[in-house]
């Protein structure tokens, strides 16, 4: 029987997806992951399942939209009984890793991964929980504001490049072991970065790249409040837009380092990318590279995500793997497809969960087939006082919520959504047809109620299990020292042998 491909996936965190228009763009100094991009499948318009970081990674792993995994923000548990890619994956015989971020909240860290290398880089309860009973509340503690940009600059460590430095090491010697043969079945192993979410700050060696970069500003200016959309001013509200000023210099700096990040990720991929080929195993992995959610990068005026406009909801998709053909896919998907697609590719039958299934193989797509299935979207989190879902489909994207007039833009005419067409007498035919079919497809009083429901339920349990003795959700990474290395119950011969990879070289 032939042996099932390996599977290495790399995903980062807030990556706007117009800046890989075909890979990444010309501009940005990124030579892996052009390298990668030359050999494959790339889905130029690839959407978030919902533009926020775990429930954006709840809906990838399992290919469910967020009303079905109820992870509708940052704090909302990601149920046991949901199969992500890592159960189907582990169930057909893969051995499943994961080294870095992926965001799960409840006690359950692990959702079908047998191993994970490195803990967490955000909390794993239910503390980011938002409130719907108290539309316009803002939690200083937690809610994002606009410090990241007037803030951005240089920076030899922070946070995020100690986590992500971790996650490159702990990836590269699982490569290496993996290459080692000690144990038989085909592996998966997913590399989960937390760049280049803000803060905006970056290594010197990597904001010196882009001294003359020509990107800096936006392409659509900043807009008065007044003269935003509801949602995008209630993003402006999360973010307390009114406690800072944000300058020409900031707009810059914060560009320029959240370029320099790409750079430094792209340095990163590198390492376990050269330690996947210096191992002889690179043709036989499929790679795929994904981010959860964009970032408007002051477009608009707009910063991070919570927005289904393109710089939020719009990410980087590229699959090289045997029987995908390299070249740009321009069909809109999404990046609940990659579930179902990973499982064609390994050979997995997925029709005991295809009924609760979102997404859909990518692999008929990347050959040459149509497909009309409008993309969806969703969001329910901080920023918002009830749930926005968007349609993706042709050249058009439709944005509905039960508390604001809906939106439609043609992206081909207007990539930059400038020119809202849902009131246009020359378009009601078009308005129509979305507003139908986001009756099909939602019921936006039981997505609200629920979402409302899950809320109250956390805010409860959080506030309980906070007083007196605190047990933590968070992964605790275990090192088995006595396992590494050199130790007693071990023979030094065939240790220093079998831990040798290429051997007899």
Known sequence: MTRKPNILVFMVDQLNGTLFPDGPADWLHAPNLKALAERSTRFANTYTGSPLCAPGRASYMAGQLPHRTRVYDNAAEFASDIPTYAHHLRRAGYQTTLSGKMHFVGPDQLHGFEERLTTDIYPADFGWTPDYRKPGERIAWWYHNLGSVTGAGIAEISNQMEYDDEVAYHATRKVYDLARGNDDRPWMLTVSFTH??????????????????????????????????????????????????????DIERARRAYFAN????????????????????????????????????????????????????????????????????????????????????????????????????????????????????????????????????????????????????????????????????????????????????????????????????????????????????????????????????????????????????
């Open 196 to 249: 280049p979410h803000d803060p905006y700050v970056a290594r010197r060696k990597y904001w010196d790249l882009y001294a003359d970069c020509d990107h800096l500003l936006p392409e659509v200016p900043a807009l008065p409040y007044e003269d935003h959309d509801p949602h995008s001013k209630r993003i402006f509200d999360a973010n307390d837009w009114r406690e800072y000023t944000i300058t020409e210099t």
């Open 262 to 505: 790409i750079s430094y990720l792209d340095d990163k991929i590198g390492e376990v990318m050269h330690a996947l080929s210096a191992t002889r195993q690179e043709e036989d992995t499929i790679i795929v590279f994904v981010s959860d959610h964009g970032d408007m990068l002051g477009e608009k005026g707009l910063w991070f995500k919570m927005s289904f406009y393109e710089g939020s909801a719009r990410v980087p998709l590229m699959i090289s793997a045997p029987g995908l053909p390299a070249g740009r896919i321009d069909t809109p998907v999404s990046t609940m497809d990659v579930t179902p697609t990973l499982a064609e590719l390994a050979g997995i039958d997925l029709s005991e969960v295809t009924p609760w299934t979102d997404g859909e193989t990518l692999v008929p797509l990347a050959n040459g087939e149509t497909r009309d299935t409008p993309v969806r979207i969703e969001y329910a989190a901080e920023a918002s006082y009830a749930p926005l879902v968007a349609l993706r489909e042709g050249p058009w994207k439709y944005v509905h919520c039960e508390l604001d007039p809906p939106q439609l833009f043609n992206l081909e005419t207007d990539p930059h959504e400038t020119a809202n067409l849902a009131q246009d007498p020359a378009h009601a035919q078009t308005a129509g047809r979305f507003a139908a079919k986001v009756r099909e497809l939602w019921d936006m009083d039981r997505f609200d109620a629920d979402v409302r429901q899950s809320q109250a339920r956390r805010h409860v349990v959080y506030e309980a299990l906070r007083n007196g003795a605190y047990y933590p959700w968070d992964f605790q990474p275990l090192q088995k020292a006595s396992e590494r290395f050199m130790r007693n119950h071990m023979d030094l011969n065939v240790l220093e042998e079998t831990q040798r990879f290429p051997r007899g070289e």
